[in-house]
Each structure stands twice: as structure tokens, then as C-alpha cells.
């Protein structure tokens, strides 16, 4: 498979380089004290690590029932219907992170990803209405799921939650991630790509605990290049 893309869709600018912007902007907008707590946030999640039992290449995808934005279900496997595709977990529309990563993705991974017939699917905890939020906000051109309870998510291993100070800032800025979670809770994917070869294996497994990383088109698809 060529990893060739048409210099017309694709962004000289990183996700990292974006979201280094953003940040700027956002720790300026909510103050210092608000800042830290998401800065010592994530310097928590990366001093934890990953949990000892997490996806990895070589693993079978679980079987899932996922949720479309018009609330009607369907199953992963019939959602792939035996194509390799690539996965990625993300928090939710509320994300500023997830929104830049999707976004980004949207315009330089899902067009390459077609050229080579592979599926690019977006899964998240949050309701049919988040999904339909991520899809609408920056005019989504791939396949956008909901993942409610985290089923598929917990399977993978990969199911966290903000801690409690986090959620207590977020509370200040005017939000709850439960609220927006189809079960109500708080409970978050870490921001993760899988890569699933057309038998349903996973082949490239790429797992963040700090969510203001996530992984780069050119990893991916020199991941999707190695099927």
C-alpha cells in the first residue's frame, strides 16, 4: 500500500503543533489556578502509566454493539463488514482535544485511509447527541459511534475517568462528563488507535494515557501500510 495523499487535503500541521496552540489559549482563558489542575491532571496519568491489561497487537477485536447518532445499534463486526479499518477511541464531543484530533484526522487520515479501502471509525462513551455534535462540528466524513458504558472500551482495557479535581474544574467551566456519558458516569476511554487487519486482529494498538497526546496520521498510516 502507498502512503501517498493529495497535497490538496493534507495539513503540513501536526496535531501535537495544534494542540500546543490551543493550550496556550486555553490556560490563558481560564486562569492559573484552573491550569494547574489540569497540567497536575496529566502529569498524574503519566506518572500511573497504562493499566497492566490493555489491548496489544496480536489480540482478537471484541465482539461490540455500538450506537449510530440516530440511536439505532449496530454491531462492529457488520460496521467493518470484514474490512481492515482503523479505530479511535476518543473522550467526546466536550473535548477540545478529541474535536482538534478529529478534525485533523478528518482532513488528512480518512482520505488516504479510503484510497486504500479502509474504514476509519471514531468511538466515544458520550449519547447519540455527542456523536452527532462530533459529526456536525467539524462536518465528520467518517463512520462516528457511541460506545455506551464503555462495553467495548473496558474490554480493550482502556477505560479511565478524569480525576476528581479535574472534574470539579470542569464543574467551574460549566460541564460534567457524566453528563454527557450515555450511562451517566464519568468514565472515559484513553485516547487510543487501534488498527484491525480485515480477520478482526488487531495489528497496531497506540494507547495515551496524557489526553493531549494522540497519534499522528504518518504513525498510522505506516501502521495501516504494514497490513
Known sequence: MSSTQSTSTR??????????EFTTGFNEAVGPVLAEVFALEQKDLVSAGLPSAVVS????????????????????????????????????AWCPYCNITLKHYNENLAPALAEKGVRLVAISPQTPEGTEAAILKDDLSFTVLSDPGNALARRLGIVTAPSTEAQDAHGQLGFAVADNNADATAAIPFPTVLVIAADGVVTFADIHVDYTSRTEVPVILEAVDAL
Open 11 to 20: 495539513s503540513t500541521t501536526s496535531i501535537r503543533s495544534s494542540v500546543t
Open 57 to 92: 497487537a496480536g489480540d482478537a477485536l471484541p465482539e461490540a454493539t455500538l450506537v449510530r447518532a440516530d440511536g439505532t445499534t449496530i454491531r462492529l463486526p457488520d460496521e467493518l463488514a470484514g474490512s481492515p479499518a482503523v479505530l479511535v477511541f476518543y473522550r467526546g
